[in-house]
């Protein structure tokens, strides 16, 4: 989300974690140099505050179960492996992301999980992979930060949106809509998806009227008005947490709601908001395909355990925080040492599939392939994930999901496709 740039390329419960910064696993102090290569250190610098801060559960539960079964298989070249959280902020207030880059470096962090919004990248990218730190999203999708120059330190496990935007707009279109009104988040994220599915979409026979609103705004009855003045048999709303305030202006000015397309930054449960119902027949996408109810358990107890009297409802971008740890940790055990350097030099060699590979899909297979000698291509909960020279997942999954009358949503099919 961009709710996933020379080479390449609420939350008062949450924010309280963020002060606190807890480390999950065992917390190294300062070592010599030798031992210190030998250590992995990863800082999650994620939104617990901001118009993002609702996908934070879902990647902090993914991550920490990550960490959690890369201990309980002996860790990373002996030891344990501990993770920080750091808050990201949203695109509002990106001095938030800059202090929280800053202290990573300072603290000797090996690999950063995060930014989530693409926009917040944008404003720290340059200063962890200046730093030889690797820098792993679990959901950016800004098509541009595939080109950014950061000396190959930049990965990211979802796909950019130049795959999610085609997607969307063919569903739209598969469903008839010939007269398609966008309206979209004046940020990097809904400027850059608005682009590839505005495009998909005029290339499709379809007239497509776009509308901006500043990224947290509150206020839709001016541009609700534009919008169904032009007369639209179906919206796209690209926005994050901003799309509460528009679907009850939708509502009250008549559109159908059946007629909603949303996108990874706004298909979440709305079960609770008044306006649930609203929403029967709506459609999402979400990178990533199908999330298996064994793994779902996993994260809902996970997240249950730290967060004590909590649930975890939605799972988007879980399963692409646990790979991007898990790919981290593999790639520091085949390289030997537990370095910025070292691991950027082997996360595409573990993602790929190769002759004389050894394809696993848990960390404590892999390291016992790496420790027979063996190479090993890891494949995760997200799918094969396959980094390119740009670190992006080569092939990607797409799920379209389907609103019921009770504001929740189900997987209906998944789309394969490349970025």
Wanted: no cysteine; proline share 4%.
């Amino acid at each position: 989300m961009s709710i996933r740039i020379t080479r390449r390329k609420a939350l008062g419960a949450v924010a309280a974690v963020a002060a606190a910064s807890l480390a999950i696993g065992v917390s190294m102090p300062a070592n010599a140099a030798g031992a210190a290569d030998k250590t992995l250190k990863i800082t999650s610098i994620l939104p617990l505050t901001g118009a993002l801060a609702f996908l934070y559960p879902p990647m902090e539960a993914g991550a920490s179960l990550a960490v959690d079964d890369i201990n309980a298989a002996g860790g990373v070249l002996g030891n344990k492996v501990s993770i920080n959280w750091k808050d990201s902020g949203d695109g509002t207030n990106l001095a938030v992301s800059t202090q929280s880059a800053t202290a990573a470096i300072a603290d000797g962090t090996d690999v950063v999980l995060g930014a989530a919004a693409s926009g917040v990248t944008r404003n720290i990218i340059n200063q962890i992979t200046g730093a030889k730190i690797v820098e792993i999203s679990p959901s950016n999708t800004a098509p541009d930060l595939s080109t950014w120059n950061d000396g190959g330190y930049y990965f990211r496990t979802a796909p950019s949106d130049m795959l999610q935007g085609r997607i969307a707009a063919n569903q739209i279109l598969q469903d008839g809509a010939q007269n398609v009104a966008v309206m979209y988040a004046n940020n990097s994220y809904g400027t850059g998806l608005m682009n590839v599915a505005k495009s998909q979409l005029s290339a499709g026979g379809a007239t497509v009227k776009v509308f901006s609103f500043p990224e947290a705004e509150t206020n839709f009855d001016s541009i609700v008005s534009q919008v169904t003045a032009s007369n639209p048999d179906a919206v796209l709303i690209i926005s994050y947490d901003e799309t509460k305030k528009a679907l009850p202006a939708l509502k009250a000015a008549g559109f159908p709601g059946g007629n909603i397309y949303l996108v990874d930054g706004n298909t979440i449960d709305y079960s609770k908001d008044s306006f649930a119902s609203y929403l029967a027949g709506a459609q999402g996408t979400i990178p990533g395909g199908a999330t298996t109810d064994a793994f779902k358990n996993r994260l809902k107890a996970k997240y249950a355990k730290l967060h004590p009297g909590k649930t975890l409802s939605d799972f988007t971008y879980a399963a692409e925080s646990y790979d991007a740890i898990v790919l981290a940790a593999l790639a520091a055990q085949s390289a030997g040492k537990a370095t910025g350097a070292a691991i950027k030099g082997q996360l595409t060699n573990v993602s790929l599939a190769g002759a004389g590979k050894v394809t696993v899909t848990s960390f404590a297979a892999g390291l016992k392939a790496i420790k027979a000698g063996k190479k090993v291509n890891y494949d995760g909960f997200s799918g094969p994930v396959e980094f390119d020279k740009n670190g992006d997942p080569t092939g990607a999954f797409i799920g379209i999901y389907r609103y019921t009358s009770k504001g929740t949503n189900v997987l209906v099919k998944t789309v394969a496709g490349n970025k």
